[in-house]
C-alpha cells in the first residue's frame, strides 16, 4: 500500500523576539524544503488581530511563496469566506491560478478566524457565516465558465476552475462538503473531538459530482519529529509549554515566560490547551511515519495536512526533514 500523501500547514508563526519579515522568510526556507522532499502542498490560513500569527493576508502570501518556489502545491487552508466577498476572492485566486497554473487551491472555512471586535473591523455581520454554503456555490460560479456573459464574472477567474475544499471542526462542514461534492479538510490538528464522526458523515453522504466522483478527506496531524524517539519526547514536552504560552499570552502586556507557561500546564486552562495536540505524530523518522499511517488509517483520510509546532525555527525544519515523504 502506498504511503498516504503529506502536506503541510504553515501558519507564519512569529517568534517573541522575531519580526513578520523573519516569519515571511522562514516560511519560504519551510515551502522550498517542503518541495525538494516530497511533501504534495502547503497551505496557509487567515487569521486576523493575532501577532504570532503573519498570514492574515492569505492570498498574497501564497503569491510569494509561489514566486520562491517551482512546482509545489500552495493554498488556502484556509480562507475564510464569511470575511470576503466571493467575487473578490474569485479575483484573488483567479490571478494566482492564472501566474502559477496547476499550482493553486482553495480551502474555503465558515469561522471568521478571529474576535469579535476585529470581524466588525473587517466590516462584517454574522449573518454572513449564515450565508456561507450560498457563498460557496456563488464562488465556484465565478470560478467557472458557466455564467451568462451579461452576468457578473470574474476578471481573472472565469474558467480557472481552482479546486475547492470544504474546511471544518464539526459535521456541518462534513455535511457541506457531501452535498456540493467537494473534498473535505477537518482540522484535527487542534480541534480533535469530532474528526471520526465528521469523516464517517462526509463518507456515507457524499454526493459525486463532476469534478470529484469520489469523496477525498484529508486531516491535520502535529508532528514532532526529531533524530531520535527520545529527543522527539523530549521536544514534545517543551512544545506543550510553548503551546500553553502563546495561548495563555493573548491580552497580556508581555507574553509569558517559559518557566511561567511551565508552570501552568497542568491548570484546567493549560490541560484543555494540551488536549487540543491530541492527534500529534512524535518520534524519529521511522515511529513518525508509523504513527502518521497509523492516524490516517484510525481517520479514514487521504492525506494528511502536518503542522511542526516545535518551539524554534531550526526545530520547526528539522521536524520537516525527519518526517518527509522522501526522507
Known amino acids: 500500500m502506498a504511503a498516504t500523501p503529506l502536506s503541510i500547514l504553515d501558519l507564519a508563526t512569529v517568534e517573541a523576539d522575531g519580526s513578520i519579515a523573519d516569519a515571511f522568510r522562514h516560511s519560504v526556507a519551510v515551502a522550498r524544503l517542503a518541495e525538494s522532499s ?17 498570514s492574515s493576508a492569505t492570498a498574497v502570501l501564497i503569491g510569494h511563496i509561489a514566486a520562491h518556489t517551482e512546482h509545489i502545491g500552495l493554498g488556502a487552508g484556509g480562507v475564510m469566506l464569511p470575511n470576503h466577498s466571493p467575487l473578490v476572492i474569485a479575483e484573488q485566486f483567479g490571478t494566482l491560478a492564472e501566474l502559477h497554473p496547476g499550482r493553486i487551491d482553495l480551502g474555503l472555512g465558515r469561522a471568521p478566524g478571529t474576535d469579535g471586535a476585529t470581524f466588525r473591523a473587517l466590516r462584517r455581520t454574522h449573518e454572513a457565516a449564515e450565508n456561507f454554503p450560498a457563498d460557496v456555490l456563488e464562488l465556484q460560479r465565478y470560478l467557472s465558465d458557466e455564467l451568462p456573459r451579461t452576468a457578473v464574472n470574474a476578471y481573472p477567474g472565469r474558467g480557472t476552475r481552482v479546486p475547492l475544499t470544504i474546511l471544518g471542526s464539526s459535521l456541518f462542514g462534513a455535511s457541506l462538503a457531501a452535498q456540493l461534492g467537494l473534498p473535505y479538510s477537518f482540522a484535527s490538528h487542534f480541534a480533535p473531538q469530532q474528526l471520526t464522526a465528521a469523516v464517517q458523515h462526509y463518507r456515507a453522504h457524499f454526493v459525486p459530482s463532476a469534478a470529484h466522483p469520489e469523496p477525498y478527506v484529508s486531516a491535520g496531524i502535529n508532528v514532532v519529529a526529531a533524530n531520535t524517539d527520545e529527543e522527539a519526547e523530549a521536544l514534545f514536552v517543551r512544545t506543550e509549554i510553548d503551546r500553553v504560552r502563546r495561548f495563555l499570552s493573548r491580552g497580556r502586556e508581555r507574553e509569558l515566560t517559559a518557566d511561567e507557561a511551565s508552570a501552568l500546564v497542568d491548570t484546567p486552562a493549560g490541560v484543555e490547551i494540551r488536549g487540543m495536540m491530541q492527534y500529534t505524530a512524535i518520534g524519529g523518522r521511522e515511529r513518525v511515519r508509523e504513527e502518521l499511517e497509523a492516524f490516517a488509517r484510525f481517520a479514514n483520510v487521504d492525506e494528511l495536512i502536518t503542522v511542526h509546532p516545535a518551539p524554534t ?3 520547526q525544519l528539522a521536524s520537516v526533514s525527519i518526517a518527509a515523504p522522501e526522507n
Open 38 to 54: 516530497g511533501y504534495r502542498r502547503i497551505w496557509y490560513a487567515e487569521h486576523h488581530n493575532m501577532p504570532s500569527i503573519a
Open 313 to 315: 525555527r531550526a526545530e
